[in-house]
């Protein structure tokens, strides 16, 4: 790998890294609300802090555009075939489902939702912060190797 090569991999990783750092936080806060920590569709609405739904919107729709349009292409080119990232396009896929199904509970929504109207809120945002994690650990799996070290 080039001096240049090196130090564009360095800037991808620490990007990727400082973009999966917000996801984190994001999924951590779903796994609260799916929890019972306080009022689930507060937490999906905001109010005075920013609604989970707003930061789906801010960190992870943005991340998962990128990584559609730059990281799959590349991860492709560089393992040689167009079938390389297949597992990465499902999982992104079916994220995107489930952020579609969360923000249905949202639109959906009443003043007085029943318990299991909750609940299937609950698990559905459980549901999405699940597959969230699972995609990210999938993708550091397959994107650092390709990244190669750290402090390369």
């Known amino acids: ?75 492709d080119r560089v393992a040689g075939s167009p079938l390389a990232s297949r597992l990465l396009r499902r999982q992104l896929r079916q994220v995107r489902g489930r952020i579609q199904r969360v923000e249905a509970d949202w639109s959906v929504r009443r003043l007085a939702p029943t318990r299991r109207e909750l609940r299937d809120v609950r698990a559905h945002l459980r549901d999405l912060a699940t597959a969230l994690r699972a995609h990210l650990e999938q993708q550091d799996r397959i994107l650092a190797p390709m990244l190669g070290p750290a402090g390369a």
Do not use: F, N
């Not at 090569?5 to 951590?28: C, D, F, P």
């Open 1 to 75: 790998m080039s001096l240049a090569e090196g130090r564009a991999a360095s800037a991808v990783r620490r990007t990727w890294r400082e973009e999966q750092h917000e996801i984190a936080q994001v999924v951590a806060r779903m796994m609260q609300a799916a929890d019972g920590a306080g009022d689930v569709l507060a937490a999906l609405g905001g109010g005075s802090a920013r609604g989970l739904l707003d930061a789906i919107e801010q960190h992870v729709l943005p991340y998962l555009d990128w990584e559609e349009a730059i990281c799959h292409p590349v991860i």
